[in-house]
C-alpha cells in the first residue's frame, strides 16, 4: 500500500473517530445545542414579525440565515480554535512525527469540522421546520442547493479557518478575533434583512463569507418571493450571479 | 520520538490511538520487520493491558509515560529517542519504567538513546554512556568502563585524637599504609570510598555551576582520560 494512501485512510478513520467523541461528549453536546436554542426561543417570539416590504415570518427568514451562519463559525472559529489547541496540546507535533500524519490529521480535520457542521444544521433546522412556516423542504431543489452550499461554504471557510488556526499565537487571542467575527454575524443580515442597513455597512458584510453562507442558505430554503429583501433590484428572483453582479 | 511530556489526544482511548498511529507505518513494513507493532501486544509490553479501554486523560503520569513509548514503539522504529523519560516519577513507577526499556532493548532490533540526569538509571539501563558538559562530550564508555576510570582517585577518611581528616588519593592502599605506619594506634574510623560516577558527575556540576566550567571539564578530562 502507498504511504499517502495509507494517511488518507487514516484520517478519514480519524475524523469518523473525533466526530464520535465530540457527539458522546457531554460538554461538546452542550456547546451545539447552547446557541440554537437560544436563536430558535427568540425566533419563535419574532414570528410574527414581518420581514419589511413582505408578508412572511421575520423568524422563519432567521431560519436559514442561522444555518448559514453556523456553517461559516464550524469552518472559522470551530476549526481555527480546534487548531490552536491541539497545536498548544502536542497532537500536531504528533501528527509531524509520524509518516504522512500531517496528511492523515488534515483529511481527519476536514471530515470532523464538516460532519460538526452538518449535526450543527440538523439542530437548527429540524426543529426550526416544526416551529415556523414558509420553509420551502418540499422540493428536491431546495435541498440540492442546501448541499452545494454546505459543500461550497466549507470549501471556502475551511481553508481560511485553518490560516486563522495557524496565525493566532495561542488560545487566549482568540477572543479578539471573536469580538470582530461577533460584529460581522450582526451586519450580515442573519436576524434581520441586510437591506435594511447602510449602504456601506452592506459593503462590509459583503466582503466576508458569514453573508453569502446565510444568502445563499436563504435562497435554498426560503421561497422566491423573499429575494426581494436582499440587496439587488426589487423583484429579483434567487440567483446568487444576480445578486453578485447589482449589488447595492 | 518521546519527549517529557505529551498531553495530546486525550480525549482517545489507548487501544484506539495506537490502531489509528499503527496504520500509518503499515506501509513501512518490511517481511524481516513487520510494521506496525500488532497493538495488543505491544499494550502488554507496556503493562497497560487493563487500561486499554481507558481515555488517555485518564491515565496517571506514569501509565501515560507508558503510553508515550508504545506511540513512540508502534512503527518498531531501529531508533528510538527517550528524553528524560523517567522525569517526575515516583521510585515505583521509575522501577516499572526501566523495567520496561530492558524489555525494549532486549525484545526488539531497537537502538534506544535516552537522557537522563540520573546517573544511576544510565548504569543500570545503558551499554553506552556519554557524559555532557558545556556541550562537549567529556566521557564515553559502558558503565563499568567510566566507573574504573573514575575510581582512580578514592576518598579517605579517618579520625585521630578526635578530629576528622579526609583525603583523596590515587592508591590508597599506599597511603593508609602509610598513615598506620606514622600514627599507628592513634587512627580510628578509618573508611576507604572509591569515588562512583555519581559523586565524580555531582563535583563535575558544582564546579560547572560555579562558572569555572572549562577547568572542571578539563579536570574532568584529565580522570577519565
Known amino acids: 500500500m502507498n504511504p499517502s494512501m495509507a494517511a488518507v485512510g487514516a484520517g478519514i478513520r480519524r475524523g469518523g473517530i473525533e466526530l464520535r467523541q465530540t457527539l458522546t461528549n457531554a460538554q461538546d453536546m452542550w456547546n451545539y445545542v447552547f446557541l440554537p436554542t437560544v436563536l430558535l426561543v427568540v425566533m419563535y417570539f419574532l414570528r410574527g414579525h414581518k420581514v419589511p416590504g413582505t408578508d412572511f415570518s421575520l423568524g422563519a427568514m432567521s431560519i436559514p440565515s442561522v444555518i448559514g451562519m453556523q456553517v461559516a463559525f464550524g469552518g472559522l472559529v470551530i476549526l481555527a480554535t480546534v487548531l490552536i489547541i491541539e497545536r498548544e496540546d502536542g497532537t500536531l507535533l504528533r501528527a509531524k512525527a509520524t509518516p504522512n500524519g500531517m496528511l492523515g490529521y488534515l483529511v481527519g480535520k476536514v471530515l470532523t469540522v464538516s460532519g460538526m457542521s452538518l449535526v450543527s444544521l440538523a439542530i437548527v433546522l429540524v426543529p426550526g421546520a416544526f416551529l415556523f412556516e414558509g420553509m420551502r423542504l418540499d422540493s428536491l431543489a431546495s435541498w440540492s442547493t442546501l448541499a452545494w452550499v454546505l459543500l461550497l461554504g466549507l470549501v471556502a471557510t475551511i481553508p481560511v479557518g485553518a490560516v486563522i488556526g495557524s496565525l493566532l499565537p495561542g488560545p487566549r487571542s482568540l477572543g479578539f478575533a471573536m469580538v470582530p467575527t461577533m460584529g460581522l454575524v450582526a451586519t450580515s443580515g442573519i436576524f434581520y434583512p441586510i437591506t435594511g442597513f447602510p449602504v456601506w455597512l452592506q459593503w462590509i458584510a459583503q466582503v466576508f463569507p458569514i453573508y453569502w453562507l446565510s444568502l445563499g442558505m436563504r435562497s435554498a430554503l426560503l421561497p422566491g418571493s423573499m429575494a426581494a429583501a436582499e440587496i439587488g433590484v426589487p423583484g429579483a428572483t434567487w440567483k446568487p450571479s444576480e445578486s453578485l453582479d447589482s449589488g447595492p | ?225
Open chain 2, 1 to 225: 520520538m518521546v519527549l517529557q511530556s505529551w498531553r495530546d489526544h486525550g480525549k482517545w482511548r489507548v487501544r484506539e490511538l495506537l490502531v489509528h498511529l499503527g496504520r500509518y507505518y503499515a506501509p513501512y513494513g518490511t517481511p524481516g520487520r513487520k510494521r506496525p507493532y500488532d497493538v495488543d501486544e505491544l499494550i502488554e509490553t507496556v503493562g497497560l493491558g487493563e487500561h486499554a479501554g481507558k481515555k488517555i486523560s485518564s491515565l496517571s503520569g506514569g501509565q501515560r509515560r507508558r503510553m508515550d513509548v508504545a506511540i513512540g514503539i508502534v512503527g518498531r522504529p531501529e531508533l528510538l529517542f527517550l528524553d528524560e523519560p523517567t522525569a517526575g516519577f515516583d521510585p515505583h513507577a521509575r522501577r516499572e519504567f526501566h523495567d520496561l526499556v530492558h524489555r525494549l532493548a532486549d525484545l526488539e532490533d531497537t537502538t534506544i538513546l535516552l537522557t537522563t540526569h540520573d546517573l544511576d538509571e544510565a548504569e543500570k539501563l545503558a551499554d553506552r554512556i556519554l557524559i555532557l558538559a558545556g556541550g562537549t562530550i567529556i566521557a564515553d564508555g559502558s558503565a563499568d568502563q567510566l566507573s574504573r576510570r573514575m575510581s582512580t582517585k578514592s576518598e579517605v577518611r579517618w579520625s585521630r585524637d578526635g578530629q576528622s581528616f579526609v583525603h583523596s588519593d590515587a592508591d590508597p592502599t599506599q597511603f593508609v599504609r602509610e598513615l598506620f605506619r606514622q600514627y599507628g594506634e592513634a587512627i580510628s574510623d578509618l573508611e576507604v570510598r572509591p569515588a562512583s560516577l555519581e559523586d565524580s558527575y555531582m563535583s563535575l556540576v558544582r564546579e560547572f555551576e560555579s562558572g569555572r566550567e572549562g577547568r572542571a571539564a578539563r579536570e574532568f578530562e584529565e580522570v577519565v582520560g
